[in-house]
C-alpha cells in the first residue's frame, strides 16, 4: 500500500523574539503561513517491520538525521507498530532556507503514516508529537495561517491572507538557525506588531499586511550576510510591495498584489540569483493545505 502527500514550505509573516527562555529556546511570537512550494512525500508499506529513506537530493541526509525517518521511528516506537515504510521524497523546497522543508516532511509523514499504519491519531495529537522533532513541525501539521507561540510550537488558526502571489529568492548562504538565534541582542531587537498583522489579515488587507511585515531574525542576518540585503533591495526596487526574509533566512520573500508585476520581479532577480520561485500564498485554513480531507494529493 502506497501514499503521497505534499509537503508545502511556509513563510513567516512576522516573527518576533520575546526572550530567551531557561531550556536555550527562544520565546517567539510568529504568524506563520503556507505557500504553493512544496515536496512531496511517498509513503510505501513494508511488511518486514523497517524504516527507510532516500531523497531526489543527494545531500540532504538519507538515514536517521532526516526528520521524516524520525516522524516514522517515532510514530512507530509510541505505537509499537508492527508495519515499517520505506519514505521517497522529491525535494522542490530548497534546503536550510528558512522555508521548514524538513519539517514539512516530518509533518505530512505524520499525517501520511496516521493513515497507512491507521493509528487514527487526532490532529492535535499529530502535532504534539510534532513538536518532538522540531519547534516548526506542529505548524506544518496544521497547516494554513497561524500565530505561533511558545518555541513555536503552540499554534493557534488565524484568518489566511487574500490571494496574492509571493517571489521566493534564495541566496546560495548556509547558516545555522541555532547561530541565528544565539547571534540576537535582545536589548537591541526590534518587535513586530503580531495583534496588528492579525487584525489585517482578518480585515485581508494587503497593503498594511505588506507594511507589516516584520522579522526579529532578520538584523541578525543582514549583518552576517550582506548579500541578503542585496536580495531585499533588488525586490523592493522591481516593485514588490512587501519583501522581509523567512525565518532564521537567507531565503527573502515578496509579496506582490498585481500578476502583472510578477515576471518582471522574477526575471530581475534571476540575473544574479539562481533559486526565484513565483508562487501563491495557500488560503486554505485549517489542517492539510493543498491537499484533499486526508490530506493525500
Ligand atoms: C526560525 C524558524 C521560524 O519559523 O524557522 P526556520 O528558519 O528554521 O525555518 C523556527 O523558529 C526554527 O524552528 P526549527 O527549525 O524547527 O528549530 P528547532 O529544530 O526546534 O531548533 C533549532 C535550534 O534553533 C534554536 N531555536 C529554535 C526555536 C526557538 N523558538 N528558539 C531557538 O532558540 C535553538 O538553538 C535550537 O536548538
Ligand atoms: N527532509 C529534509 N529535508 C531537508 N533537510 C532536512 C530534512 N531532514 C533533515 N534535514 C536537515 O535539516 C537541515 C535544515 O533543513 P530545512 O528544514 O530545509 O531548513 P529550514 O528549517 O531552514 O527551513 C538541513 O541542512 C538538513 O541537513
Not at 76 to 101: D, M
Not at 153 to 173: D, F, M, N, Y
Amino acid at each position: 500500500m502506497k501514499y503521497s502527500i505534499k509537503a508545502p514550505a511556509k513563510i513567516n509573516l512576522s516573527l518576533d523574539v520575546i526572550r530567551k527562555r531557561e531550556d536555550g529556546y527562544h520565546e517567539v511570537e510568529m504568524i506563520m503561513t503556507m505557500v504553493d512550494l512544496a515536496d512531496r512525500v511517498d509513503l510505501s508499506l513494508r511488511a518486514d517491520g523497517g524504516i527507510s529513506i532516500d531523497v531526489s537530493e543527494g545531500f540532504v541526509p538519507s538515514d536517521e538525521r532526516n526528520f521524516a525517518y524520525q516522524a516514522a521511528s517515532l510514530l512507530k516506537k509510541r505505537y509499537n507498530v508492527r508495519e515499517g515504510v520505506h519514505i521517497y521524497i522529491t525535494k522542490r523546497i530548497p534546503v536550510a532556507a528558512g522555508l521548514a522543508g524538513g519539517s514539512s516532511d516530518a509533518a505530512a509523514t505524520l499525517k501520511g503514516l496516521n493513515e497507512l499504519w491507521q493509528l487514527g491519531l487526532s490532529v492535535d495529537e499529530l502535532a504534539t508529537l510534532g513538536a518532538e522533532i522540531g519547534s516548526d513541525v506542529s505548524f506544518c501539521v496544521y497547516g494554513g495561517t497561524a500565530l505561533a507561540t511558545g518555541r513555536g510550537e503552540l499554534i493557534k488558526p488565524i484568518a489566511s491572507p487574500p490571494p496574492l502571489w509571493v517571489i521566493l529568492a534564495k541566496p546560495p548562504i548556509g547558516l545555522s538557525t541555532a547561530d541565528v538565534y544565539n547571534g540576537l541582542k535582545l536589548s537591541e531587537a526590534r518587535h513586530a506588531k503580531t495583534a496588528e498583522m492579525i487584525a489585517a489579515l482578518e480585515r485581508q488587507d494587503a497593503a498594511s499586511i505588506c507594511a507589516l511585515l516584520h522579522n526579529t531574525l532578520e538584523d541578525v542576518t543582514l549583518r552576517l550576510y550582506p548579500e541578503v540585503a542585496h536580495i531585499k533591495e533588488q525586490m523592493k526596487r522591481f516593485g514588490a510591495n512587501g519583501v522581509l526574509m523567512s525565518g532564521s533566512g537567507p531565503t527573502v520573500f515578496g509579496i506582490v498584489e498585481k500578476e502583472s508585476r510578477v515576471n518582471r520581479i522574477y526575471n530581475g532577480l534571476r540575473g544574479f540569483c539562481d533559486e526565484v520561485y513565483a508562487v501563491r500564498l495557500i488560503r486554505t485554513s485549517g489542517t492539510c493545505p493543498n491537499t484533499d480531507e486526508n490530506g493525500m494529493l
